[in-house]
């Protein structure tokens, strides 16, 4: 039987960290202006989309509703159901306070890293959203006002033989010429046919040979119509993608992502150090702590968080501006539904350095119906100027779509 976290939440229990609940805080003004708002519930639903799309929303007693994401992953759902009760009766605007409480008190359960940030990251975009409706501007409006009208996208791409550097250079092609963007990502953790080990993380002189066709293939059947990035998924040890690195000098390569495992800051510095072709990471990294060594060691040359994974909008806005302190660009990877897309792009718009927000469904023919508004239009997505996030949730689309077992919203 499933355990109902409402029952169990004391909200006069005593607890040795710190409580920054209103009660707590002893938060008892009037604020006036209808911003006198409470919440009244968190709810979550999954949509089965390119991943299983983890969206969720936050209820007032004054009737708006905020919609956000959390990055896809098993128990998301979970913890933000266990974290509903500490947000009850809580007043919305104060979001970075509701995400420190949140953080406070999930300390023991994994808010330094991991899922429980993911989830409480979910949330913290719903209050963003939600503080939008209620004041009546956009998110990127709360984070401080905005530098660009539009935002820069860089499509994921995928071939059905993905190791195929001609097939690659074809769709490569498609992308640009006939989808109409000028920045590009190709995965380059794909088999050679010289992969005996792959355990070992080890890259043969033919297997390098192999990503070098892939890339200059690629490059070349683009030219200057579009910046080109590789993805290698974490999937090699220092020295053979320092090697790889050196073969894929004489190419015009946006940046490789994630050569290594993310998990040794010093030896993701030393292979950036020893590399002429930048070098991106950050999707594994959680919150700015994580951020920060990348940046502050010089282990990457473009730091990319993933906003709906990491802690949030206003988490990401610090790792941005943390990043631009050290002269470092943003891109933001991206592999959400339109929802946490358009989180990205109300960042993207209120910070200086931001790079591109990452799409990473183009191959899925109803991704775009999941809002009542149109997203992507060639290579470039328009910052909404509507409250909140700026978009409408179709909930016929989210019924069609629902992950099996998963709950739906209840109506506004």
Partial sequence: MPVDYRELHDPNAEYTMR????????????RGGGRDVMITDVQTTMVDGTFPWTLVRVYTDAGIVGTGEAYWGAGVPELIERM?????????????????????????????????????????????????????????????????????????????????????????????????????????????GDDSDRANRHLTPRAIEHKREIVAAVTDAVG????????????????????????????????????????????????????????AAGENRYRIREHERL????????????????????????????????????????????????????????????????YHSYQLDWWADLIGESVIEDGRITVPEGPGLGITLDMDVVEDHRVTGSPLFDPV
């Avoid at 409580?19 to 009037?30: F, G, H, V």
């Avoid at 590789?230 to 994630?258: M, N």
């Fill in 84 to 192: 509903t009760p500490m947000l009850i009766g809580e007043n919305p605007l104060d979001i970075d306070r509701l995400y420190r409480h949140l953080i406070q008190r999930m300390s023991g359960e994994g808010s330094v890293e991991g899922v429980t940030v993911t989830a409480i990251s979910g949330i913290e975009i719903a209050l963003h959203d939600l503080v939008g409706r209620i004041l009546e501007m956009p998110v990127y409006q709360l984070l401080g006002g905005k530098y660009r009208d539009t935002i820069r996208v860089y499509n994921d791409c995928h071939t059905a033989d993905e190791a195929d550097p001609a097939a690659c250079a074809k769709e490569a092609i498609r992308v640009v010429d006939e989808l109409g963007y000028d920045a590009i990502k190709f995965d380059l953790d794909v088999p050679s």
């Fill in 224 to 279: 200057d119509r579009a910046d080109v990035a590789f993805d290698c998924h974490w999937s090699y040890t220092r020295s053979a993608a320092v090697r790889l690195l050196r073969a894929l000098e004489p190419y015009p390569v946006w940046w490789i992502e994630d050569p290594i495992p993310p998990e040794n800051t010093m030896a993701q510095a030393q292979v950036t150090d020893r590399s002429a072709v930048p070098i």
């Fill in 19 to 30: 409580d920054l609940s209103a009660e707590a805080m002893q938060l008892m003004a009037k």
């Fill in 295 to 358: 940046v502050r060691t010089g282990a990457v040359d473009i730091i990319a968080p993933d906003l709906p994974k990491v802690g949030g909008l206003r988490e990401t806005r610090r790792i941005a501006d943390l990043a631009d302190i050290h002269a470092t660009p943003v891109a933001l990877h991206n592999v959400a539904s339109p929802v946490a897309t358009m989180a990205a792009v109300h960042l993207g718009a209120a910070i200086p350095n931001l790079l591109a927000v990452e």
